[in-house]
C-alpha cells in the first residue's frame, strides 16, 4: 500500500493506494484483485477487499465502490443517498467513517480532501474522463458544496508513465482540437507518439487553482511496482485483468 505524504499529515483520515500484492486470487488477476467488474471468482475478490479493509481498520461491506465507465459521472453520498452500485467514475461524500473507493488499471485514480468542512472524494480519471472534464466537475461541485480550493488538497495516484502510453495520431488530433495548448501533453519518440496522462491531470488541478497537490510517481505499466496494467495485460494476450484499489 502507498500513501501520500500530503495526506498522511492530515489527522482522523485514512487512505491508501493498493497495488496487486498480498491477496488471494490466482493466475491473472494474483493477488490483489479488487475488480468487482472482472472474471475473478467473486469469493477471491470478497477476501481481497476483507484484505484491504483489514489495512486501514474498516470492514470490507463498508467500502463504497461504483458501476465505472469512462465518464464524467459522480455521484454525492450524503445521509439521504440510499441508490445502490450507481454507474459514476467519481463519488464525493460529506459522511465519517465512510470509505469511497475507485478501481484502476492504468488509469489514474485521484483523492481529494477539504480540511475545513471535511469532505473527500474519490476519481477514476482514464483519458477519457479526464478529457470529458471530471475533475473539475467535481471540484465545482465540492466548492458549491462549502468547498474552498485553498482547503483542499489533490492527490493523483500510481498510473501509467508518458514512456508507456503510446497513443495513435488521431488520439493526439482529438486533444489539440480541444485546446492547441495540449500539444505539451505529447511527446515523439523513435517515430511513435506518447500521451502523458499525469501531466494532463496536473495541468488540470493547476488551471482550477489547486495549490496543494501531490503525485505518486509510480508507473502502473512497469512490472516491478507490482500494479495491475489494462495495456500490459493486452501486450500479453490476456483475456482480462485485475484491478488497483484506491481509498
Given at each position: 500500500?502507498?500513501?501520500?505524504k500530503k495526506l498522511l499529515k492530515i489527522k482522523n483520515l485514512k487512505h491508501g493506494f493498493f497495488n496487486s500484492l498480498g491477496?488471494?486470487?490466482?493466475?491473472?488477476?494474483?493477488?490483489?484483485?479488487?475488480?468487482?467488474?472482472?472474471?475473478?471468482?467473486?469469493?477471491?475478490?470478497?477476501?481481497?477487499?476483507?484484505?484491504?479493509?483489514?489495512?486501514?481498520?474498516?470492514?470490507?461491506?463498508?467500502?463504497?465502490?461504483?458501476?465505472?465507465?469512462?465518464?464524467?459521472?459522480?455521484?454525492?453520498?450524503?445521509?439521504?443517498?440510499?441508490?445502490?452500485?450507481?454507474?459514476?467514475?467519481?463519488?464525493?461524500?460529506?459522511?465519517?467513517?465512510?470509505?469511497?473507493?475507485?478501481?484502476?488499471?492504468?488509469?489514474?485514480?485521484?483523492?481529494?480532501?477539504?480540511?475545513?468542512?471535511?469532505?473527500?472524494?474519490?476519481?477514476?480519471?482514464?483519458?477519457?474522463?479526464?478529457?470529458?472534464?471530471?475533475?473539475?466537475?467535481?471540484?465545482?461541485?465540492?466548492?458549491?458544496?462549502?468547498?474552498?480550493?485553498?482547503?483542499?488538497?489533490?492527490?493523483?495516484?500510481?498510473?501509467?508513465?508518458?514512456?508507456?502510453?503510446?497513443?495513435?495520431?488521431?488520439?493526439?488530433?482529438?486533444?489539440?482540437?480541444?485546446?492547441?495548448?495540449?500539444?505539451?501533453?505529447?511527446?515523439?519518440?523513435?517515430?511513435?507518439?506518447?500521451?502523458?496522462?499525469?501531466?494532463?491531470?496536473?495541468?488540470?488541478?493547476?488551471?482550477?487553482?489547486?495549490?496543494?497537490?501531490?503525485?505518486?510517481?509510480?508507473?502502473?505499466?512497469?512490472?516491478?511496482?507490482?500494479?495491475?496494467?489494462?495495456?500490459?495485460?493486452?501486450?500479453?494476450?490476456?483475456?482480462?485483468?485485475?484491478?488497483?484499489?484506491?481509498?
Open positions: 500500500m502507498f500513501k501520500s491477496g488471494h486470487s490466482k493466475g491473472i488477476y494474483k493477488s490483489l484483485n479488487c475488480g468487482i467488474g472482472s472474471n475473478d471468482k467473486r469469493s477471491n475478490i470478497k477476501k481481497n477487499l476483507q484484505k484491504v479493509g483489514k489495512k486501514i481498520n474498516i470492514k470490507a461491506k463498508d467500502i463504497f465502490l461504483v458501476s465505472q465507465f469512462h465518464s464524467d459521472k459522480f455521484i454525492y453520498i450524503d445521509e439521504k443517498y440510499k441508490k445502490k452500485k450507481p454507474k459514476a467514475d467519481a463519488i464525493i461524500t460529506n459522511l465519517k467513517n465512510f470509505p469511497i473507493a475507485i478501481l484502476t488499471a492504468d488509469c489514474a485514480p485521484i483523492l481529494i480532501y477539504d480540511n475545513e468542512i471535511k469532505m473527500i472524494a474519490a476519481i477514476h480519471a482514464g483519458w477519457k474522463g479526464a478529457f470529458k472534464g471530471i475533475i473539475n466537475k467535481v471540484i465545482k461541485f465540492m466548492i458549491k458544496k462549502g468547498c474552498r480550493i485553498e482547503n483542499m488538497t489533490a492527490v493523483i495516484g500510481p498510473a501509467i508513465s508518458f514512456k508507456n502510453y503510446e497513443v495513435k495520431e488521431n488520439f493526439k488530433k482529438k486533444f489539440i482540437k480541444k485546446d492547441k495548448k495540449n500539444s505539451i501533453f505529447f511527446t515523439n519518440s523513435k517515430e511513435k507518439l506518447y500521451f502523458n496522462l499525469t501531466k494532463y491531470i496536473y495541468s488540470s488541478l493547476k488551471i482550477i487553482k489547486i495549490k496543494h497537490i501531490d503525485i505518486l510517481k509510480i508507473d502502473t505499466f512497469d512490472i516491478k511496482n507490482n500494479f495491475f496494467s489494462a495495456r500490459r495485460a493486452l501486450k500479453l494476450n490476456h483475456n482480462d485483468y485485475g484491478r488497483n484499489i484506491s481509498i
